[in-house]
């Protein structure tokens, strides 16, 4: 019913900048909190940024001041502008969305398919 999709990853250098998009489409009402989360090798997923639907943000400790998280309503899309790139950072990113879909009563939380970012020293 939902598909999320994202794109922009890739490989960059330490210090560099990538910005990850992740559009959403299908039978939307509407789309409360957007997020991104990352899952490198051997760890768990953890978030990185999300945003509510009015503008509010909230960021794990290690990418402030660092990344910022962004959304366009209209386009039911939203990007991550990701700054000064550790070889940490690196991971698969996946952004999630709340998803209210037409002939439902009930917010569901859909899940992209994941776009590698490798930062390299």
């Known amino acids: 019913q939902v598909q999320l999709v994202e794109s922009g990853g890739g490989l960059a250098q330490a210090g560099s900048s990538l910005t990850l998009s992740c559009a959403a489409s299908g039978s939307i009402v509407t789309i409360n909190t957007m997020g991104w989360y990352r899952q490198a090798p051997g760890k768990q997923r953890e978030l990185v940024a999300k945003?509510?639907?009015?503008?509010?943000?909230n960021y794990a400790d290690s990418v402030k001041g660092r990344f910022t998280i962004s959304r366009d309503n209209a386009k039911n899309t939203v990007y991550l502008q990701m700054n000064s790139l550790k070889p940490e950072d690196t991971a698969v990113y996946y952004c999630?969305?709340?998803?209210?879909?037409?002939?439902?009563?009930?917010?569901?939380?859909?899940w992209g398919q994941g776009t590698q970012v490798t930062v390299s020293s």
């Open positions: 999630n969305a709340d998803v209210l879909v037409r002939k439902s009563y009930f917010i569901d939380t859909y």
């Open positions: 945003i509510t639907r009015a503008g509010s943000t």
